[in-house]
């Protein structure tokens, strides 16, 4: 399975910003609030990543200790269903960060462009943002955690 490429998780942050910008605009067009996210999200978002990346670490464990076999005893080797279903869970979770992320940075860039008083706004929509981006980074490690081994004849070419 190739790896997730920069330019998908581009196109949904694409989306995700057109996406926040359309409903900070539409809602305080009709007089509505500005769309907030509650600190509930903001402080669940990277706990999610980081659980992903949790999980993925017996993989990465072995995948570095068999790389350090020579001849010997091979490490055992975790369950290949458990390495998939973590591996499709770190690909959505990269993906629905990278559109939480286009959302947060969609809200901010209509504060900047359009809003008089952004103040306390600004700080939830910050946050939020370097909470999914933290989220990102987590689901992206731990979707390289997930890579198969290589080959031990492989690195010698």
């Known amino acids: 399975m190739k790896t997730l490429q920069p330019n998908q998780l581009l196109a949904f942050l694409a989306i995700g910003m057109i996406g926040g910008l359309s ?5 305080t067009g009709f007089g509505l609030a500005f769309p907030q996210s509650p600190w509930t999200l903001i402080l669940t978002l990277p706990a999610i ?9 017996p993989i990465a464990r072995y995948r570095r200790q ?22 499709i869970a770190a690909r959505a979770t990269a993906l629905t960060a990278a ?12 504060l900047f462009g359009f809003s008089v008083a952004p103040g306390a706004l ?11 981006a933290l989220m990102l980074g987590c689901a992206v ?4 955690n997930c890579k198969a081994p290589s080959d031990p004849g492989e690195e010698a070419r």
Request: glycine share 12%; aromatic share 12%; charged share 10%.
């Open 66 to 87: 068999l790389s350090k076999v020579e001849n010997g005893k091979r490490a055992a080797r975790p369950n290949p269903f458990y390495a998939f279903r973590v591996l």
């Open 141 to 144: 490690a731990a979707e390289n």
């Open 49 to 57: 990543g980081i659980a992903v990346l949790i999980a993925s670490l």
């Open 122 to 132: 600004v700080t939830s929509s910050g946050f939020g943002l370097l909470a999914a």
């Open 23 to 27: 409903a900070a605009q539409l809602a």
């Open 99 to 110: 559109l939480f992320a286009g959302w947060y940075l969609g809200g901010l860039i209509w």
